[in-house]
C-alpha cells in the first residue's frame, strides 16, 4: 500500500531532550516536506526536501532540523525542543521534486514539551 | 481525535444536500490549487486539484470552481453523505523567486452532514 509513515503517533518530551520523528514513504517520491498544525494557524511548513541531499527552508523553520540522505526517508530533528514547538507535526511527499502535483501526507505526530 | 482548529467557519447541511465551501487564495502568482480533507485523528486526504489553466474540474461527486479575478476557489460535493463529514482545507501552490515550490493552506472549513 502507498503510504507516507511517521514516528511516533505521540510524544511527550520535557524541554532541552533532542527528540526526532521520522518520516517514510513508499512511493519513490522525489519531494517530501514538514509541516505543523496549529489551531488557528492551519498547516505551516516547516523544511521541505526536493530531492536526495537536497532540503530548504520553509515558513516557520527555526528550532528544527532536517535531512534527506535517503529518497524515501525524511527525519525531523528538535535539538532543544521548547514548549512552543508543541504542535501536530505532518510529513508529506509528492511524486515531482519541485511539489508541483498533490502531497500525500502522513497520520501525523502529536508533540507535547513541558 | 485531533483538534485541527478551535473556532473554525461551520457549513452544517442535510445529508442528500448539495454542499458548496469556498476559499479566497492570497497570491495571484498561484498556478495549482488542491482541496484537502482532514478528518479527525488523520493526516490531510487529497479530493480534488485544478491549475490555473481551468476554470472547472470535476471528479466524483466533487467539482472544483477557479476564478481567477476574485481568486476565489470553490468546491462542490453532490449529495453529501455523513462520511464527508471532515475539515475541508484549500492549499495554493506557487513557486518562489528562489524557485521553492510550497503549498499555503486556508485556515479550513467544517463540514458538518446531519443525518
Known amino acids: 500500500e502507498a503510504q507516507v509513515t511517521q514516528n511516533p503517533r505521540y510524544l511527550i518530551t520535557v524541554t532541552g531532550k533532542k527528540l526526532t520523528v521520522t518520516c517514510s514513504q513508499n512511493m519513490n517520491h522525489e519531494y517530501m516536506s514538514w509541516y505543523r498544525q496549529d489551531p488557528g494557524l492551519g498547516l505551516r511548513q516547516i523544511y521541505y526536501s526536493m530531492n536526495v541531499e537536497v532540503t530548504d527552508k520553509g515558513d516557520v523553520p527555526e528550532g528544527y532540523k532536517v535531512s534527506r540522505k535517503e529518497k524515501r526517508n525524511f527525519p525531523l530533528i528538535l535539538e532543544s525542543p521548547s514548549p512552543n514547538q508543541t504542535s501536530l507535526y505532518f510529513c508529506a511527499s509528492s511524486l515531482e521534486g519541485t511539489g508541483s502535483y498533490e502531497q500525500y501526507f502522513g497520520p501525523g505526530t502529536r508533540l507535547t514539551v513541558t | 481525535g485531533e483538534s485541527v482548529g478551535l473556532h473554525l467557519p461551520t457549513l452544517s447541511v442535510q445529508e442528500g444536500d448539495n454542499s458548496i465551501i469556498n476559499c479566497a487564495y492570497s497570491n495571484s502568482a498561484s498556478d495549482y490549487f488542491i482541496w484537502y480533507k482532514q478528518e479527525s485523528g488523520k493526516g490531510p486526504q487529497f479530493i480534488i486539484d485544478?491549475?490555473?489553466?481551468?476554470d472547472k474540474r470535476q471528479g466524483q461527486r466533487v467539482t472544483v470552481l477557479l476564478n481567477k479575478t476574485v481568486k476565489h476557489l470553490s468546491l462542490q460535493i453532490a449529495a453529501t453523505q455523513p462520511g464527508d463529514s471532515a475539515v475541508y482545507f484549500c492549499?495554493?501552490?506557487?513557486?518562489?523567486?528562489?524557485?521553492?515550490?510550497?503549498?499555503?493552506f486556508g485556515s479550513g472549513t467544517r463540514l458538518q452532514v446531519q443525518p
Open positions: 485544478i491549475r490555473s489553466n481551468m
Open positions: 492549499a495554493e501552490n506557487m513557486r518562489s523567486d528562489t524557485g521553492r515550490r510550497a503549498l499555503t
